[in-house]
């Protein structure tokens, strides 16, 4: 089955790091670029960026570039979204999706909850 | 401020049509033939509808569709029924270092 699982909720404090992941399985990893998804609480979905599986070339949105840090392990087909110091602001669902041609979103992860608190 | 522009709410009846609307530019929805619709219920991930603008993904009902004119792509849902009642979203490439822009939320109540 063509899936995509995502790690599970964190709970963490401001300037803390993180490192959530996300596998795929039921295609070859390496063949789609992987992009994440960011849903603030009530609010709408924001593109981050993408990451390509078999060289690990990525792009960011302007609105996340230099907070976020994209990366794969292809020996596990896995795609990882890490910070380095989080904000309170950085609270929100984090989506990881399957990138294709059209750079349409086809296979979804189910969704990683971060909530950062002091 | 979304990207690109869709009305905060729809309504339509059972058995109706209803038409979600969502307005660009030239540097994205009117430049290129990647516009994308995702239907998002409460507590569930984003799941894609249409792609390319009028594409439907294996197992999506044929009452999803999908056109785009000029800077504005439309999804139109036939034959509303009760489950139809989500968030929807649209996204399209837009040809700046930004790639990939999603619209605000359209929320539609099914009445």
């Known amino acids: 089955e063509l899936q995509l699982v995502q790690s599970g909720a964190e709970v963490q404090k401001p300037g803390e790091s993180l490192k959530i992941s996300c596998k795929a399985s039921g295609y070859s990893f390496t063949t789609k670029w992987i992009s994440w998804v960011r849903q603030m609480p009530g609010k709408g979905l924001e593109w981050m960026g993408r990451i390509d599986p078999d060289d690990s070339r990525s792009n960011y949105s302007p609105s996340f570039e230099g907070h976020v840090t994209f990366s794969v392990d292809k020996s596990i087909d896995t795609a990882f979204l890490q910070w380095s110091s989080l904000k309170a602001s950085d609270t929100a669902i984090y989506y990881c999706?399957?990138?294709?041609?059209?750079?349409?979103?086809?296979?979804w992860g189910q969704g990683t909850t971060v909530a950062v608190s002091s | 401020q979304s990207a690109l522009t869709q009305p905060a709410s729809v309504s339509g009846s059972l058995g109706q049509s209803v038409t979600f609307s969502c307005t660009g530019s030239i540097i994205d929805v009117g430049g290129y033939d990647s516009v994308s619709w995702y239907q998002q219920r409460p507590g569930k991930a984003p799941k894609l509808l249409i792609y390319a603008v009028s594409k439907r993904p294996s197992g999506i009902s044929d009452r999803f569709s999908g056109s785009k004119s000029g800077n504005t792509a439309s999804l139109t849902i036939s034959g509303l029924q009760a489950e139809d009642e989500a968030d929807y979203y649209c996204s399209s490439y837009r040809g700046t270092s930004t790639l990939v822009v999603f619209g605000g939320v359209t929320r539609l109540t099914v009445l």
């Open positions: 999706a399957r990138l294709g041609n059209f750079y349409d979103m086809d296979v």
